[in-house]
């Protein structure tokens, strides 16, 4: 069993730490990216992995032996992104990043800007409800 399995993760850094360093690079290099975009996003360990919320989860990410997952917290995104991830290995919830290859950041920060707009668009959906 993997030791990120028994373990509870309280950080990004503690979570980064458990990874060697391509990965861990990635990682980081996704933090970094999300931060830029939503500088106001929360880090949080959610499902034992790191996410950011902005108004609710704005992404979820984590990594493998092979690839990154990017989780966007809706098959929405997927499916209105889906000709700018062919090439990706994608299922419902699931953007794989492989390692092999340069991470897709101008990619990840639209995708980013997207769930930040959808977050708000709901927030801004319930405050006309409760008025």
Do not use: C, W
Not at 107 to 131: G, H
Request: net charge positive; charged share 30%.
């Amino acid at each position: 069993m993997d030791e990120r399995n028994k373990r509870k993760f309280t950080s990004f850094d503690e979570y980064f730490s458990t990874f060697p360093k391509n990965i861990r690079e990635k990682l980081e290099k996704i933090r970094l990216v999300i931060k830029e975009v939503v500088p106001e996003a929360e880090e949080t360990i959610s499902y034992n992995m790191p996410a950011f919320k902005f108004h609710g989860i704005l992404v979820y990410f984590a990594g493998y032996k092979g690839h990154i997952g990017l989780y966007p917290g809706d098959s929405k995104t997927i499916v209105i992104f889906k000709d700018q991830l062919k090439g990706f290995e994608t299922s419902k919830g699931t953007i794989r990043l492989p390692l092999d290859k340069a991470l897709p950041l101008s990619l990840i920060k639209t995708i980013v800007q997207f769930r930040a707009q959808t977050n708000l668009e709901k927030i801004n959906l319930k405050l006309k409800k409760n008025k």
